[in-house]
């Protein structure tokens, strides 16, 4: 009884067999068929070749949403070498709700604001990488880039170095509130209480004001020094006294998934404004360097996405089998188009003719037998 049952389930499979064998006494080869199927491979191994080149390859995709993280702090990296002595100049944060952040976090190292060769060399190709940068249309995609590539080795003053101390390196992280605000260096150490904020200046008469500087780097949010920022190697250099510079700063909360690393980060744009401070023209204002921030509303997701295994293999597939149906119905095409052409204008060569199509037929049922 199931012995029975076996030989029919046997039987069954075997019905549903879509590979019925034929006998290779009926398998007829030709040179053209020959010819026709090694192009179909040669086709075939370029197309797989190109699939699996786009298999390898990655890309970056952008999501937006509204940021819904509003309770949390935002947190200001800085390195910034003003050429004024550390003494004479301070820097802090104000904002909006009018809270002024006690800027412990930054520390004020004497420095020297010409640059060692070495260091000279590193500005230079932040510089650069900043013009690239500008011209390339997908600048995402090459800040993501630079990012999954790191920096070289940060080229930090040299601390054993003797310095001549005529500039000040102010550098340190702050921790903000996520309203708009502005951090800015001026003359004088910052005091406030609730209502009033003043930077207090030890009278120095006969020192200039020089707010020349260079901004090592300035970045928000957590791991920011792994991306080139647009400010990053900025270098003003100003031969007047009381010069106003200013830095408008958009930041876009930006959360980084790559397959090396991922990241809570922010991006930002910057508008940049500067003029010098001349109350007698009415050009009144306050001397100093100015970066007022906002923070965007929406938050970009930025992924590196690929291909994945059961996609690469179903196109794989795909390519395979639909060159070897395409080129069956070709092959069977031409053929019936070669009979009616042979048989409507030479008849009489028809004849020499006929054996062709079938040619063809019997070498694709070569490559792939078929019902
Ligand atoms: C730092 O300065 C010291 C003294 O001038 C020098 O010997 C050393 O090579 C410098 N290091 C770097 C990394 O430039
Ligand atoms: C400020 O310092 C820079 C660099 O040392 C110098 O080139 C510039 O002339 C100075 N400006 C003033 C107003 O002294
Ligand atoms: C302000 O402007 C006036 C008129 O152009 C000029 O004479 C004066 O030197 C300027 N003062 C400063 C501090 O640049």
Request: proline residues 4%; glycine residues 6%; positive net charge.
């Amino acid at each position: 009884m199931r012995r029975l049952n076996r030989k029919k389930a046997v039987n069954l499979v075997k019905e549903l067999d879509a590979f019925p064998k034929v006998p290779e006494s009926c398998v007829k080869t030709s040179a053209v068929g020959g010819t026709v199927s090694l192009i179909v491979f040669v086709a075939m191994a370029t197309l797989t070749l190109f699939e699996f080149f786009v298999y390898q390859d990655t890309w970056v995709k952008y999501e937006y949403e509204v940021d819904k993280d509003f309770s949390s702090k935002l947190r200001i990296n800085i390195d910034i070498t003003v050429a004024m002595k550390c003494n004479r100049i301070g820097a802090d944060v104000l904002d909006r709700s009018h809270t002024t952040v006690v800027s412990e976090g930054l520390q004020y190292e004497p420095a020297a604001f010409e640059l060692s060769p070495q260091q000279a060399l590193w500005q230079q190709s932040v510089v650069h990488v900043q013009g690239r940068l500008k011209e390339e249309h997908s600048l995402g995609s090459v800040l993501f880039r630079h990012a999954l590539q790191g920096r070289p080795a940060d080229p930090l003053p040299n601390k054993s170095a003797p310095v001549s101390g005529n500039a000040c390196r102010i550098h340190g992280h702050l921790y903000v509130n996520k309203v708009a605000g502005n951090f800015h260096i001026t003359l004088g150490k910052p005091l406030s209480n609730s209502r009033h904020h003043t930077h207090i200046a030890a009278l120095y008469k006969n020192e200039v004001q020089n707010f020349s500087h260079r901004i090592e780097h300035l970045s928000f949010g957590e791991g920011g020094r792994e991306i080139i920022n647009p400010l990053d190697a900025t270098e003003k250099i100003t031969t007047q006294e009381n010069h106003l510079f200013q830095y408008f700063v958009t930041v876009v909360p930006t959360k980084l998934h790559t397959s090396q690393q991922s990241v809570d980060t922010h991006q930002y744009s910057v508008t940049e404004r500067e003029r010098v401070i001349n109350h007698t023209t009415g050009r009144h204002g306050l001397a100093g360097i100015f970066v007022r921030y906002k923070l965007s509303a929406l938050m970009v997701r930025v992924s590196e996405q690929h291909m994945p295994m059961s996609v690469f293999l179903t196109r794989l597939c795909g390519i395979i089998g639909g060159l070897f149906s395409t080129s069956d119905l070709l092959h069977r095409l031409v053929g019936f188009f070669v009979d009616i052409v042979c048989c409507y204008f030479k008849v009489g060569s028809y004849k020499y003719k006929e054996g062709a199509p079938e040619v063809m037929v019997s070498c694709v049922s070569t490559s792939f037998p078929q019902e």
